[in-house]
């Protein structure tokens, strides 16, 4: 059984967890890594509740971003032998949280829209 977690990261759909949310993987066409799919090709849950739903995903995508930092600023800590200027290390958070930006944004998506539907095992071209 797919956990939650599994949902959110890969970006799939919350009630069947097994449609993709999105049209495209970010490896095959990373310009395009905000356009949605506008139900799920699985279970037909429609992603596009309502005008202005996915704000609150702004807040999801943020925590993921404070997690990743905190991550890099502990790897940095530990792995780096000598101190680094305070100029150094917001240039490599910089570099990695700009990289990482499409990644935040699906995964604040999917993170939001996870928090209002429950998982339903059978639900497969169903349209609950
Ligand atoms: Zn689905």
Do not use: D
Not at 12 to 33: D, Q, T
Not at 104 to 114: D, L
Request: net charge positive.
């Amino acid at each position: 059984m797919k956990s939650i977690m599994f949902s959110v990261l890969s970006c799939k759909c919350p009630r069947c967890r097994e449609g993709n949310m999105f049209k495209y993987s970010l490896l095959e066409r990373p310009a395009k890594f905000m356009e949605m799919n506008k139900a799920c090709p699985v279970c037909n849950l429609n992603l596009e509740q309502e005008p202005g739903y996915y704000y609150g995903a702004m807040f999801v995508s943020y925590a993921f971003g404070i997690i990743e930092l905190a991550v890099i600023l502990i790897a940095i800590k530990l792995l780096s032998k000598g101190p680094f200027s305070i100029e150094t290390i917001m240039i490599v958070v910089t570099f990695v949280y700009v990289v990482l930006t499409p990644v935040n944004f699906r995964w604040g998506r999917s993170g939001w829209i996870a928090l209002f539907f429950r998982h339903h095992k059978n639900t497969k071209k169903a349209n609950l």
